[in-house]
């Protein structure tokens, strides 16, 4: 992953296969280039996706929610964005 331009402010910790991992509470990493990412294994892509869903950038984050939400290709699940200091309830009244 490419270094960081800003420290995470928070983590919290998961176990994961008997390992503790500590997870970021928002990253600040630039993406990998595309060429990085199809060199991954699934599992590590999936991996990748999870961990950039916690990005500080909006786009990203919905960019990587999509990968994630779409790896398990529900047709009754469809994921919405809610961007930040807008109302989910937007998206009710619709």
Not at 74 to 94: A, D, I, K, M, Y
Request: glycine share 6%.
């Amino acid at each position: 992953m490419p270094d960081s331009r800003l420290q995470p402010h928070t983590s919290f910790s998961v176990a994961a296969e008997g390992q503790q991992v500590l997870i970021p509470g928002r990253l600040y990493n630039d993406e990998p280039p595309t060429a990085r990412v199809a060199s991954l294994s699934s599992r590590q892509q999936q991996l990748l996706h999870c961990l950039h869903s916690r990005h500080c950038d909006g786009m990203v984050r919905q960019h990587h929610l999509e990968k994630v939400v779409g790896s398990v290709a529900h047709p009754r699940f469809h994921l919405h964005f809610t961007p930040t200091g807008s109302s989910w309830l937007n998206l009710v009244e619709h």
